[in-house]
């Protein structure tokens, strides 16, 4: 499968500890984004990545959150602490560079649920 | 700041009935709009992109600037074509982009 993977597909956590999400985009996409997806909404955007740099980061992202991408490559995504309102779907995307208008290609997402 | 509205969760449709699915828009750039679509237990997928002026599984949806509105339209819907659908704004800050989406619509097309 060449697609975007995530993993892994669910995690359960207690409040309190940390998880971390790992993000594999398609081989020679060099832009990478992270969503949240909360029941009955649309993806909300929360990090964009243009190979290793972190150039945009939404304010949804507290101080708990934390995401990487060395080398360009894969990228993870850490929740410090987490609480019951972190309990969401996590989904990756890609896309190789273009100056607008291009799709991004979604990863099949990573549940996560906060008890 | 840029917004998408998609003010139907749900559209229930028979099959052969004509389909629109409303997305307005509020951003101050120049828009580039899109629609995803994702069936049941598969990923978030393009379906098509305004600036392609493309029509796919037959569908066609017209960007209107004075409305700012980016409606999805199939003239005989299909059972397949039963899915959740999200449309979204592609907006730049310098070399970044990013997508804000619209809260779906769920099209239900029954027989």
């Known amino acids: 499968d060449t697609g975007v993977s995530q993993d892994p597909r669910h995690k359960i956590t207690k409040r309190g500890q940390n998880v971390t999400f790992r993000c594999d985009p398609i081989?020679?996409?060099?832009?990478l984004y992270w969503y949240r997806q909360t029941l009955g909404q649309g993806p909300e955007f929360l990090t964009y990545f243009q190979n290793e740099a972190q150039l945009e980061k939404s304010r949804l992202l507290s101080d708990r959150f934390s995401a990487e991408r060395p080398k360009g490559s894969f990228s993870t995504l850490e929740i410090q602490r987490t609480e019951q309102g972190d309990s969401a779907m996590y989904l990756c995307?890609?896309?190789?560079?273009?100056?607008?208008?291009?799709?991004?290609?979604f990863g099949p997402g990573t549940r996560l649920t906060v008890t | 700041a840029q917004r998408v509205t998609q003010p139907e969760k749900l559209l229930s449709v028979f099959k052969g009935a004509p389909v629109e699915l409303k997305c307005n828009y509020s951003?101050?750039?120049?828009?580039?709009l899109f629609w995803y679509v994702q069936y049941s237990r598969q990923r978030l997928q393009l379906l098509l992109r305004?600036?392609s002026r493309e029509s796919i599984k037959g569908f066609t949806a017209d960007l209107n600037k004075g409305e700012t509105s980016f409606h999805l339209k199939k003239p005989f819907a299909q059972e397949e074509d039963s899915a959740m659908y999200y449309c979204a704004l592609e907006s730049h800050t310098g070399t970044a982009s990013k997508l804000t989406f619209g809260t779906g619509t769920r099209l239900q097309v029954t027989l």
């Open positions: 995307a890609s896309s190789p560079w273009a100056r607008v208008a291009y799709e991004q290609y």
């Open positions: 305004h600036i």
């Open positions: 081989s020679e996409h060099n832009r």
């Open positions: 951003y101050s750039g120049s828009p580039e």
